[in-house]
């Protein structure tokens, strides 16, 4: 009998194996053994996510998850399959996976597993566990976590911005615009590396994305101004010279290299409107590269748009 090993990896017993109540392409819903697990299991998960759910009669949480899983399950319409294991009976795949507490579920995918949870969630929680495994995704839940995190981290909250990023990526490792958006979160916190990273992980198809691109904008600006002045002690002598373009681009570059991007936009502005010919116009040349490095579509580039069309044209 082929069964999984602690590493997960499929190993060989020399029991026998008994055949299963039905075959590779059988029930949605059914029950398993240690026995059948090789073809109730590992083969079918080759071809469809299969969740495995370790249960016991005295557990009173299985009693809750089990009607709940089932119902979810098979609404999914045949994009997972679930058998259930009582590990009262079949102790060995539960041992060999260590698990130490039921209800737990674990999906397989190709033969191995891959993701699970314990407990009995609610059927949203489930519901969403399986969008995640089978690749369906809700696009509008994923631009909702995206909108939120873009918020949180305009807001100054990064570790809200990240959370959501994260969990948007779960719903779609591709997702050009939670990437971007975690880059920003790390090379706002000044770990260039690991923003560098991400960017790097992004297919290659993708890479040329405008929320990609804007990243790689940004570090490189963040790069270039990375040692120009405490921005607290810059944005005093800004206050006290609103005359002088020099100080407010001094103040821009060191808000820059922080990655607030929106507030070196606003000491630009303050710049040009002091003197826009200053320098041969270097504070509106760095001003359309913090709107390169935010995005088109970024506020800060709409609202420094029409802000310096006020200026330049009034």
């Not at 299991?41 to 998850?65: K, M």
């Not at 690749?135 to 911005?161: N, S, T, V």
């Not at 615009?177 to 790097?200: E, F, K, N, P, Y």
Request: aromatic fraction near 4%; charge should be negative; include cysteine.
């Amino acid at each position: 009998m082929q069964i999984l090993g602690a590493d997960g990896q499929v190993t060989q017993s020399d029991a026998t194996e008994s055949p299963g109540p039905d075959s590779a392409g059988g029930d949605i819903v059914k029950d398993g053994t240690d026995q059948s697990f090789m073809q109730d299991v590992v083969e079918p998960s080759r071809q469809v996510p299969v969740l495995v759910d370790f249960w016991a009669p005295w557990c009173g949480p299985c009693r809750q998850l089990g009607p709940v899983i089932e119902k979810t399950v098979r609404e999914a319409g045949g994009a997972v399959r679930l058998v259930k294991v009582n590990i009262d009976e079949n102790p060995g795949v539960a041992g060999q996976l260590r698990i130490q507490s039921i209800p737990a579920v674990i999906a397989f995918q190709d033969g191995q597993p891959v993701d699970g949870f314990m407990g009995a969630l609610p059927e949203s929680q489930i519901k969403d566990f399986i969008k995640r495994l089978s690749g369906d995704k809700d696009e509008a839940a994923i631009e909702e976590l995206i909108a939120r995190a873009d918020a949180a981290l305009a807001a100054g909250d990064p570790g809200g911005a990240a959370q959501d990023y994260a969990a948007a990526l779960q719903m779609d490792k591709e997702s050009v615009a939670a990437i971007a958006g975690l880059a920003r979160v790390h090379l706002a916190g000044g770990d260039a590396d690991q923003a560098r990273a991400l960017l790097d992980s992004v297919p290659e198809n993708k890479k040329s994305d405008p929320a990609i691109a804007g990243v790689r904008a940004a570090m490189e600006l963040s790069g270039e101004t990375e040692g120009a002045g405490d921005a607290a002690e810059l944005a005093r002598r800004a206050e006290q010279s609103p005359g002088d373009p020099e100080a407010h681009y001094e103040l821009a570059r060191a808000r820059i290299a922080a990655g607030d991007l929106a507030g070196g936009a606003d000491a630009l502005l303050d710049s040009i409107g002091a003197d826009r010919e200053w320098n041969d116009e270097a504070a509106r040349k760095l001003l359309l590269r913090v709107f390169d490095a935010a995005g088109p579509g970024s506020e800060v580039a709409k609202e420094g748009r029409r802000r310096l069309s006020s200026l330049l044209f009034s």
